[in-house]
């Protein structure tokens, strides 16, 4: 689609893991790239990133957050429940399965730092699922529409949801420093052509589980960088 509308050749690139993706944008390799907010404000600290687009999806459209769960037979009825229990998240740069519930932890009074057991990651979502539901952890935070994804493998009428975090704005495309300001400003006209909910858009990002695209600014993402300090992730 990319290549059609702004005639310039679009190649995709999937590195392998955060670290390898972080360093292909770091060491222009690449000219434009698509990754999960808070990887977007770790690499703008130092390097002059342009938001182009706010990716849209079904269930969430523009903003997603996270929650924090246990089972329905645990004693943890509120956020202040969790001080003293052994806490399950997805990665360390996972941005609604670690860094925004460290944000609603800090908020709620708990020290981030030592009033809880922080398990190894579980580097998926379903493991944090997982984890809870066999009472291997005490609670977990993960992405708030991960938890109906998991309804064939786990009685979720036996999880309870502790917590919301807040909202904070989705996964943005943006431009690199290698690519040229005329061609950064094609492509984002073409991103923001795909409106959200549009036929059209469909057809094009169906595969992506994308419903389209809207505009975005960098300040979009400050209270996400409030949170990612607490988190230590920033």
């Known amino acids: ?87 399950s998240f997805v990665d360390k740069d996972s941005a609604a399965g670690y860094v925004f519930q460290m944000l609603l932890l800090s908020k709620a009074g708990l020290d981030v730092e030592k009033d809880f057991t922080l398990l190894p990651f579980a580097k998926k979502h379903d493991n944090v699922i997982m984890a ?44 690199t420093p290698k690519l040229s300001k005329e061609t950064a400003a094609k492509i984002k006209a073409a991103l923001l052509k795909l409106k959200p909910n549009d036929p059209q858009s469909e057809k094009i990002l169906g595969a992506a589980r994308l419903t389209g695209f809207a505009p975005v600014a960098d300040n979009d993402y400050d209270e996400l960088r409030n949170a990612a300090k607490v988190a230590g992730a920033l």
């Open 132 to 175: 809870v539901f066999n009472k291997t952890a005490d609670a977990g935070g993960i992405r708030e529409d991960d938890l109906d994804k998991m309804k064939d493998k786990v009685d979720l009428s036996q999880i309870r949801i502790v917590g919301y975090t807040d909202y904070f704005p989705n996964w943005p495309v943006f431009s």
């Open 1 to 87: 689609y990319l290549t059609a509308e702004t005639g310039e050749k679009v190649s995709l690139v999937i590195p392998k893991d955060f670290e390898a993706f972080k360093e292909a944008v770091k060491s222009g390799q690449v000219d434009l790239a698509f990754a999960n907010s808070l990887v977007y404000v770790q690499l703008k600290k130092n390097a002059n990133l342009d938001p182009l687009a706010l990716s849209s999806e079904a269930k969430s459209g523009t903003r997603f957050r996270g929650i924090i769960i246990t089972r329905k037979d645990s004693s943890i009825a509120k956020i202040q429940d969790l001080k003293g229990k052994k806490l």
